[in-house]
Structure formats: structure tokens, C-alpha cells
């Protein structure tokens, strides 16, 4: 079948006409169908609107013909190249785009499996290392920690904090002002409080999207969602002194995961104001220039990321010369008896509860579940009833020891004295990668040292070059290889039972530690009597 060159042109004309006759009868009949009882009344002014219709038709037809067919050819051979680019160009963009969504979906998911995996047990200081216990999941273990506000730099002494009956306003409460009110906020509070805690349990919640207290109806679209970003200011003190940028010290964070992102994702989240940062830790650096450099450090990263949202935790008295400009101070509110009830059971029902699965596991949670709230309130009312021990109940990590130890031992010694030795044999071991370097025996000699000391000289805390200074001789003594800056830092981050009080002082979690510790070598010696006589002639020479 011969292809002649006419026949572009016949279809041209064919079309022509079918377009034509759909344009002259097309209209009228629609109108006629569906206004067929207007019509049906009103012939005359129906026929005339009908005839004016067609003229306008043939007046356009020849119009068209003439001048409007030439102008519209013109315009299609100019614009059609230009309308093609244009669709390539999106259709380009768009595939860019998506695949570029997909990428960032991606590296964002293998960065969470990577949070999960380094965060997703519950801190404890080493304390559950060293007994039988398996580690907690975070979120298992983690109680509420409620916060209360503080006071505010001049420029936001006037922003008002979240309603919330009975000030129990949580990290959520802040964080989910949509306007971003709450854009900078400094947590403050004393060691051991949660800080650090706090901060995990945002980093978890956000990276996991489980549901939590406050959390439910924030963030409903997953895109809305912050990236968290959670660095230790003690861990990046060489980048800060040489101020390097915040996407460089991320980057290095990473490396310990041996998961490398490529750093123009990373930057590209902290330019569009995807991501909170989550500073820990003002108050672990040593000296207060360090201190000064760091707030500058943090400081110059709010204002190069300034669409980002900002936390930073520290003590108070770290802060006094360091308060971060803009931001809103909020403090870690004080440990109460409904958290340490809390605590207590998902402990004990941690212990409790085996690894069996599916309905045999539910109804062993079901039938422990009264034991467990009876254990507790007989832990409480333990702890309650004694003058020294009731303060255990607003410290964590104590009451956590206190717990342990029942799991272990399904009772607690009503004489306090063993209660210290017990916490003292089971925690002061200290171990590095699962291997013990210094049995708590050992450890408690060095400590009972300083404790005496610290005692002779009616202090409660100490600073690290004065511990230096005593404990030398009796580390050299018990263990010589150990460095003393190595095993100060072993004792704060294992056994828990000593802690930094600011940059530059030491204390024990609690004085009834320090009291042990001192008496100890008096109770071994069997030297009782002659503390009493020196008591007495110091009597008697008043």
C-alpha cells in the first residue's frame, strides 16, 4: 500500500471537518438536552441565541483560515522545541529528586539501625556488668524524668513554658511547640540525676518512633520527624579546640560505629533544618576555659545550622559563666517516689519475666505482676524506714544497686553495714572489655585511703590533683601499672560509686559510702577502742 504525500494533508482537512461540525452542533445539541424544557418554552430567544452562536462560529472559522492558522503555526514551530526541553528537563529533575529521596531514606535507616545497636541498653554505669543480670533494654528500663523550669536568659526570660498540671512537664512538652518556641534548651542538673538518660531516650524515641508519653501525636508525618544527632562534648574536645565544623565532629562520631555516611547527607539535614543536636556533657569538661571555648564552639554551630533545634546538658555551677545565649534553662526535677516505685518493679520484673515466648510469657508477666508490686513497696518501705537509706530512693543509680542486689539475693540485710559491703564486693571490680584488671578488694583498699582522708579532713568532695596525690602509694602498691588519671576515670564510669561533682571536684555518690569506706580499716584492724580514746583525750583537752 503506496504511501502518498497527500495524505498528511487529507488527514489534516478530515480533521478540520470533524472538528468543525463537533464545534457547530456539539454545543447546541448539549444545551438542547439538558435545558430541554427552557428551550421547549422559550423557542424564539433559544433559535436566536443558536444562530448567533453559528456566525460567531463561521466568523472564527474565517478569521482562523486567513491570519489565526499562520500565527498559531509560527508560535507552535517556536514554542513546541522550547515546551519539549522543559518536560525533559522535569521529567530529569524528578528522577533526580526521587532518586535522591530514596538515598536519604536510605542512609537515615542504616543510621538508626546503627543508634540502636550502640545505645539500646540502659546505663548503669557498669553496675550491671558485674552481676548476673543480662543488660536492660533501654527502653525497657528507662522512667519518665520530669523537668521543672529554670531561669532564662534576658531574651527569653518572657516566653512562657508548656501548661502542665502539677509541673510535671516532660522533654516532650518543649519539643512539641510546632513554632519552635523552645528552638535552644539548656538542661541543667546535678550528676547522676538523668541528663545523659534523657537525652538517649529523645534520641531512641525519635530514631525508632515508638510510642511515648508526650510523643503520640507529635511529628504525625514521618518527614517532620528531627533527625537526632547525640555527641559527648568530652569525647570531640580536639575538634573544638581547633573549631571544626559540625558536620566534620559527627563524622568522626561515626567512625566508632565503623559506618561511614557520605557527609553531603549529612550536611544537607543540617541545612535544611531536619536534625536536633544533643550536646552532653558541659560539665564533664575539666577547666573552664575548655568550658568557655566549648559554648562558643556550640554557639557558633546554633547560628551556621540556625534552622536546627539545639539541647545542652550540663550541672549548674558549670553554667555560671557559660549560659548559652537564647536559650530556655530547664532543670532536672528531683527524683521522686513514684519514678523509684517505678523503677524498682521493671527491675524486678525484668528478673523475673524469662525469654519463653508468645502466651506462656504473657501470662508468667500476668502472675508475677502482684509479686512484683509487693516486692517493691516492701524495698520502699525498707529504704524509708531508715534515716540514711531513704536518701537512696532519689538517687537512680543507687536505688538501681539497692534493687540488683535483692534480685540476687531475694532480701536485703536490715544491718546498713552489709548493705555498703555488698554494694561495695559486687561493684567496685573494675573491668575493661569484660576482662576483670582490678578486683573490687583491691579497688576498695585504694579507696578506703581517700575516704580517711577525705574524712580526717571534714570534706565531702575533692580535687582530682589531691586524689592524685593520696591515692598514689596505695595504687602503686595494689597495682602499679594502672595510671592515676585511668583509674579515676575506671572508678566514675564502672562502679558508680564515685562521681564528678563539676570539672574539677570529686565526691562519693553518697556519704554513707565515704563513711564506710573511712570506717572500714578501723572494723578490720579491730582499732575500735583506740578511736574511742583518741576521741576521749580530744574531749578532754577542750
Given at each position: 500500500m503506496?504511501?502518498?504525500?497527500?495524505?498528511?494533508?487529507?488527514?489534516?482537512?478530515v480533521g478540520a471537518i470533524v472538528t468543525l461540525a463537533l464545534a457547530v452542533f456539539?454545543?447546541?445539541?448539549?444545551?438542547?438536552?439538558?435545558?430541554?424544557?427552557?428551550?421547549?418554552?422559550?423557542?424564539?430567544?433559544?433559535?436566536?441565541?443558536?444562530?448567533?452562536?453559528?456566525?460567531?462560529?463561521?466568523?472564527?472559522?474565517?478569521?482562523?483560515?486567513?491570519?489565526?492558522?499562520?500565527?498559531?503555526?509560527?508560535?507552535?514551530?517556536?514554542?513546541?522545541?522550547?515546551?519539549?526541553?522543559?518536560?525533559?528537563?522535569?521529567?530529569?529533575?524528578?528522577?533526580t529528586l526521587s532518586s535522591q529521596r530514596i538515598l536519604s531514606s536510605r542512609y537515615q535507616k542504616e543510621y538508626y539501625e546503627d543508634l540502636c545497636k550502640y545505645w539500646?541498653?540502659?546505663?548503669?554505669?557498669?553496675?550491671?556488668?558485674?552481676?548476673?543480670?543480662?543488660?536492660?533494654?533501654?527502653d525497657e528500663g528507662f522512667v519518665p524524668i520530669y523537668l521543672e523550669p529554670g531561669r532564662t536568659s534576658k531574651s527569653t526570660r518572657n516566653l512562657h513554658t508548656p501548661a502542665q498540671p502539677e509541673s510535671k512537664l516532660t522533654i516532650w512538652d518543649y519539643l512539641a511547640d510546632e513554632r519552635k518556641t523552645f528552638k535552644q534548651l539548656l538542661i541543667i542538673g546535678p550528676t547522676t540525676s538523668g541528663k545523659t538518660t534523657l537525652l538517649k531516650h529523645v534520641m531512641l524515641t525519635l530514631a525508632t518512633r515508638k510510642s511515648s508519653s508526650g510523643f503520640r501525636h507529635l511529628f504525625r508525618k514521618r518527614q517532620n520527624t528531627p533527625i537526632p544527632i547525640l555527641l559527648s562534648l568530652r569525647e570531640h574536645v580536639d575538634a573544638i579546640e581547633i573549631g571544626s565544623s559540625l558536620v566534620?565532629?559527627?563524622?568522626?562520631?561515626?567512625?566508632?560505629?565503623?559506618?561511614?555516611?557520605?557527609?553531603?547527607?549529612?550536611?544537607?539535614?543540617?541545612?535544611?533544618?531536619?536534625?536536633l543536636i544533643l550536646f552532653d556533657g558541659l560539665d564533664n569538661l575539666s577547666e573552664e576555659e575548655l568550658r568557655t571555648k566549648a559554648m562558643s564552639w556550640i554557639e557558633?554551630?546554633?547560628?551556621?545550622?540556625?534552622?536546627?533545634?539545639?539541647?545542652?546538658?550540663?550541672?549548674?555551677?558549670?553554667?555560671?559563666?557559660?549560659?548559652?545565649?537564647?536559650?530556655?534553662?530547664?532543670k532536672i526535677s528531683p527524683f521522686q517516689v513514684e519514678q523509684a516505685r517505678l523503677l524498682i518493679e521493671k527491675w524486678l520484673m525484668y528478673n523475673k519475666i524469662d525469654d519463653s515466648p508468645g502466651q506462656k510469657k504473657y501470662k508468667q508477666r500476668k502472675a508475677v505482676k502482684l509479686q512484683v508490686r509487693e516486692e517493691a513497696e516492701k524495698i520502699l518501705s525498707f529504704l524509708n524506714s531508715d534515716t540514711v537509706l531513704c536518701t537512696f530512693v532519689h538517687n537512680p543509680l543507687l536505688l538501681t544497686m539497692i534493687t540488683i542486689i535483692y534480685c540476687d539475693e531475694q532480701d536485703i540485710s536490715e544491718d546498713r553495714s552489709k548493705i555498703y559491703k555488698e554494694i561495695c564486693q559486687r561493684f567496685l571490680e573494675i573491668r575493661e572489655n569484660h576482662h576483670q584488671i582490678l578486683s573490687s578488694e583491691k579497688v576498695q583498699k585504694v579507696l578506703q585511703e581517700l575516704a580517711s582522708y577525705m574524712m580526717h579532713k571534714g570534706c565531702s568532695s575533692i580535687s582530682s590533683t589531691e586524689i592524685q596525690t593520696v591515692i598514689q602509694k596505695p595504687l602503686e602498691y595494689v597495682e602499679p601499672t594502672i595510671p592515676l588519671t585511668h583509674f579515676i576515670d575506671l572508678v566514675i564510669n564502672t562502679s558508680g560509686l564515685m562521681v564528678k561533682k563539676n570539672?574539677?571536684?570529686?565526691?562519693?555518690?553518697?556519704?554513707?559510702?565515704?563513711?564506710?569506706?573511712?570506717?572500714?580499716?578501723?572494723?578490720?584492724?579491730?582499732?575500735?577502742?583506740?578511736?574511742?580514746?583518741?576521741?576521749?583525750?580530744?574531749?578532754?583537752?577542750?
Amino acid at each position: 500500500m503506496s504511501n502518498s504525500p497527500d495524505s498528511p494533508t487529507k488527514i489534516k482537512e478530515v480533521g478540520a471537518i470533524v472538528t468543525l461540525a463537533l464545534a457547530v452542533f456539539g454545543p447546541p445539541a448539549t444545551v438542547i438536552t439538558v435545558f430541554q424544557q427552557f428551550v421547549s418554552t422559550h423557542a424564539l430567544f433559544a433559535i436566536a441565541l443558536m444562530l448567533i452562536y453559528e456566525f460567531l462560529i463561521f466568523v472564527f472559522r474565517k478569521v482562523w483560515d486567513g491570519f489565526g492558522s499562520k500565527v498559531w503555526e509560527n508560535l507552535a514551530q517556536k514554542l513546541a522545541p522550547r515546551f519539549s526541553d522543559w518536560i525533559d528537563r522535569r521529567i530529569g529533575q524528578t528522577q533526580t529528586l526521587s532518586s535522591q529521596r530514596i538515598l536519604s531514606s536510605r542512609y537515615q535507616k542504616e543510621y538508626y539501625e546503627d543508634l540502636c545497636k550502640y545505645w539500646d541498653e540502659l546505663d548503669t554505669k557498669g553496675v550491671i556488668n558485674l552481676t548476673g543480670l543480662a543488660p536492660m533494654p533501654f527502653d525497657e528500663g528507662f522512667v519518665p524524668i520530669y523537668l521543672e523550669p529554670g531561669r532564662t536568659s534576658k531574651s527569653t526570660r518572657n516566653l512562657h513554658t508548656p501548661a502542665q498540671p502539677e509541673s510535671k512537664l516532660t522533654i516532650w512538652d518543649y519539643l512539641a511547640d510546632e513554632r519552635k518556641t523552645f528552638k535552644q534548651l539548656l538542661i541543667i542538673g546535678p550528676t547522676t540525676s538523668g541528663k545523659t538518660t534523657l537525652l538517649k531516650h529523645v534520641m531512641l524515641t525519635l530514631a525508632t518512633r515508638k510510642s511515648s508519653s508526650g510523643f503520640r501525636h507529635l511529628f504525625r508525618k514521618r518527614q517532620n520527624t528531627p533527625i537526632p544527632i547525640l555527641l559527648s562534648l568530652r569525647e570531640h574536645v580536639d575538634a573544638i579546640e581547633i573549631g571544626s565544623s559540625l558536620v566534620d565532629v559527627f563524622n568522626k562520631h561515626l567512625q566508632k560505629w565503623k559506618h561511614q555516611l557520605p557527609e553531603e547527607w549529612v550536611k544537607s539535614q543540617l541545612e535544611k533544618g531536619r536534625c536536633l543536636i544533643l550536646f552532653d556533657g558541659l560539665d564533664n569538661l575539666s577547666e573552664e576555659e575548655l568550658r568557655t571555648k566549648a559554648m562558643s564552639w556550640i554557639e557558633q554551630q546554633i547560628k551556621d545550622f540556625a534552622d536546627n533545634r539545639f539541647i545542652v546538658t550540663s550541672s549548674e555551677s558549670s553554667i555560671r559563666n557559660n549560659a548559652l545565649r537564647n536559650a530556655t534553662v530547664v532543670k532536672i526535677s528531683p527524683f521522686q517516689v513514684e519514678q523509684a516505685r517505678l523503677l524498682i518493679e521493671k527491675w524486678l520484673m525484668y528478673n523475673k519475666i524469662d525469654d519463653s515466648p508468645g502466651q506462656k510469657k504473657y501470662k508468667q508477666r500476668k502472675a508475677v505482676k502482684l509479686q512484683v508490686r509487693e516486692e517493691a513497696e516492701k524495698i520502699l518501705s525498707f529504704l524509708n524506714s531508715d534515716t540514711v537509706l531513704c536518701t537512696f530512693v532519689h538517687n537512680p543509680l543507687l536505688l538501681t544497686m539497692i534493687t540488683i542486689i535483692y534480685c540476687d539475693e531475694q532480701d536485703i540485710s536490715e544491718d546498713r553495714s552489709k548493705i555498703y559491703k555488698e554494694i561495695c564486693q559486687r561493684f567496685l571490680e573494675i573491668r575493661e572489655n569484660h576482662h576483670q584488671i582490678l578486683s573490687s578488694e583491691k579497688v576498695q583498699k585504694v579507696l578506703q585511703e581517700l575516704a580517711s582522708y577525705m574524712m580526717h579532713k571534714g570534706c565531702s568532695s575533692i580535687s582530682s590533683t589531691e586524689i592524685q596525690t593520696v591515692i598514689q602509694k596505695p595504687l602503686e602498691y595494689v597495682e602499679p601499672t594502672i595510671p592515676l588519671t585511668h583509674f579515676i576515670d575506671l572508678v566514675i564510669n564502672t562502679s558508680g560509686l564515685m562521681v564528678k561533682k563539676n570539672a574539677e571536684y570529686y565526691s562519693f555518690t553518697h556519704p554513707a559510702f565515704q563513711e564506710y569506706l573511712a570506717a572500714r580499716p578501723i572494723k578490720d584492724k579491730n582499732l575500735e577502742q583506740e578511736l574511742i580514746n583518741s576521741l576521749e583525750r580530744d574531749l578532754n583537752e577542750q
